[in-house]
């Protein structure tokens, strides 16, 4: 009667939490509306893909993490005062491959 062992997460999988991590810290640091809407965004994108992206497709959460770590460091830029110039769109990556 030990505690639950807790599954241990895969390479691709810490990635995943990784990124999503920081767009929240980079979230923490804009005004209130943005961060709300950025949140918001977030939260929402990475929710869609981790229904409609198949676990096993690793050549799009793999495209999709590259994607995304794009748009991260957009936001990071001091350049950067919104976000509505950045497009987030995977709708195409998100197709899983039949043999």
Do not use: W
Not at 59 to 64: A, K, R, S, V, Y
Not at 67 to 95: A, C, E, H, M, Y
Request: proline residues 3%.
């Amino acid at each position: 009667m030990g505690v639950p062992r807790v599954p241990r997460l895969s390479g691709i999988q810490r990635e995943v939490l990784a990124l999503y991590r920081e767009f929240l810290r980079v979230a923490r640091v804009k005004s209130g509306e943005d961060r709300e809407q950025l949140v918001h965004l977030v939260s929402s994108e990475f929710r869609r893909n981790s229904k409609e992206v198949d676990r096993k497709n690793f050549e799009c959460i793999e495209h999709l993490i590259r994607q995304g770590r794009k748009q991260l460091d957009q936001l990071k830029s001091p350049d950067t005062t919104g976000f509505s110039s950045i497009k987030v769109n995977v709708s195409s990556t998100t197709q899983t491959k039949h043999s």
